[in-house]
């Protein structure tokens, strides 16, 4: 029987996994662009990864940490619910990298708990990859309390909305969308391949990875802010509002907010907001 309030494991916190290893190949970054309907030039050639295929590495290695503070019975009922990638170097194929991570926050709230881990991924010199936060927003979780760190702020300026976007990319969700980026990423959750099973969790049907349009949010972000040098977004940051559904158009909206500072969001065609609180930073042309 469930109590009423559930037991998340609060002694987790802040204790470092084991290192998992990962090897990236030519051809995995290049599927993974496709997956995504990525068209930028040095993604598709495989001459280095799409930024938001640094979950990919990690991705077992995110699953396994977090729910190793989870009640059993509330692991289905997870949804990704912020993403904060912070890229010291551009991954390439022939890359080993070894990833490590650890709950730094268990937060409740009012319909749910948010669990924050994060994940450093390394090279075989052991230099830092890239760092990346997630939030895991468990639907229906009972536990009034609040441990460990929030999740790293991005907000966007709600002023914004109001003004004109200094740019705008267009996206389209492919019938098979899903199912592709399902396997390009390694994400086999069956919310995004299986018409019933999402269903059964509370959703109208099928819904697209949250990480495949934050993918092709930062398109658009390159698309303005580096087109010339991709490898120079240096961090983008989301919060994930909406579930997309395949077939469906996408539009995102950016605004300069700084020197090398880009805020964004993403919508459907019916308005519905996707991602909220879009921040992207750009580094210098090394």
């Known amino acids: 029987m469930v109590s009423d309030e559930d037991e998340f494991v609060v002694g987790k916190l802040g204790v470092w996994s084991e290192p998992t ?14 997956a995504t309907n990525d068209e930028i030039k040095p993604h598709l050639a495989g001459d280095f990864a799409p930024p938001v295929f640094a979950v990919v590495p990690p991705f077992t290695q995110l699953a ?29 194929g022939g890359d080993v990298l070894r990833s490590r991570g650890k709950v730094v926050g268990i937060h409740g709230k009012s319909s749910g708990v948010v669990v924050t881990s994060l994940i450093e991924t390394r090279d075989g010199a052991r230099a830092l990859v ?9 639907r229906g979780g009972n ?5 460990g ?6 907000e966007l300026d709600a002023a914004l909305r109001d003004q004109e976007p200094v740019a705008v990319g267009a996206n389209r969700y492919d019938a098979d969308q899903t199912h592709r980026y399902a396997e390009a990423s390694g994400d086999p959750m069956p919310i995004h391949t299986d018409e019933d099973f999402a269903k059964a969790m509370g959703f109208p049907g099928i819904i697209v990875h949250g990480l495949c349009t934050m993918a092709m949010a930062s398109q658009a972000v390159i698309a303005h802010a580096c087109p010339d040098a991709p490898e ?11 579930p997309g559904r395949p077939g469906q158009e996408i539009t995102t909206r950016l605004w300069d907010t700084g020197p090398g500072t880009v805020a964004f969001e993403t919508e459907n065609a019916e308005g519905a907001v996707l991602i909220k609180d879009g921040l992207a930073e750009i580094g210098d042309r090394s």
């Open 232 to 242: 120079r977004l240096r961090r983008i940051a989301v919060r994930f509002s909406t």
């Open 143 to 147: 536990w009034p309390h609040e441990a």
């Open 149 to 154: 760190e929030p999740f790293p702020t991005h």
């Open 64 to 92: 396994a940490v977090t729910m190793e503070v989870v009640p059993p019975h509330l692991m289905l009922r997870v949804v990704h619910g912020e993403q904060d990638i912070r890229i010291h170097r551009p991954i390439v």
């Open 130 to 138: 890239n760092e990346q936060y997630f939030a895991g927003f468990f």
């Open 21 to 34: 290893e990962f090897e990236v190949t030519r051809e995995r970054t290049i599927a993974y662009a496709r």
